[in-house]
């Protein structure tokens, strides 16, 4: 069984900053991508950044230049870094993780919510 254990929301002004951590426990190896999605009430989820294995980051337009996704491969844990919030980041944050180049686990989600 594998769990991703997020972290790391709050309630915040817009301008200030908060930092996600995603970590993944139990029996899981070889983690390939690690990714961030989000979905605001009444909308699709979407990606906001992601990481490969590799190191090579990658993010939505939306938040480019704001939020830096890292990841630490020895405690299997990602992060999101964000600054600047603003209002429309307000959503709920999950981690997704790409594991043995076929496994796909989900995280039970965080709440961010930016105030104007």
């Known amino acids: 069984q594998v769990y991703l254990v997020e972290s790391g929301g709050g309630l915040v002004q817009a301008g200030g900053s908060l930092r996600l951590s995603c970590a993944a426990t139990?029996?899981?190896?070889?983690?390939?991508?690690m990714k961030w999605y989000r979905q605001a009430p009444g909308k699709q989820r979407e990606l906001v950044a992601g990481?490969?294995?590799?190191?090579?980051?990658a993010y939505a337009d939306s938040v480019k230049g704001r939020f830096a996704v890292s990841r630490d491969n020895a405690q299997n844990t990602v992060y999101l870094q964000m600054n600047n919030l603003k209002p429309e980041d307000t959503a709920r944050y999950y981690c997704?993780?790409?594991?043995?180049?076929?496994?796909?686990?989900w995280g039970q989600g965080t709440q961010v919510t930016v105030s104007s």
């Open positions: 990481v490969t294995s590799g190191g090579s980051t």
């Open positions: 997704n993780i790409l594991w043995a180049n076929h496994y796909d686990s």
């Open positions: 139990g029996s899981i190896f070889s983690i390939n991508a």
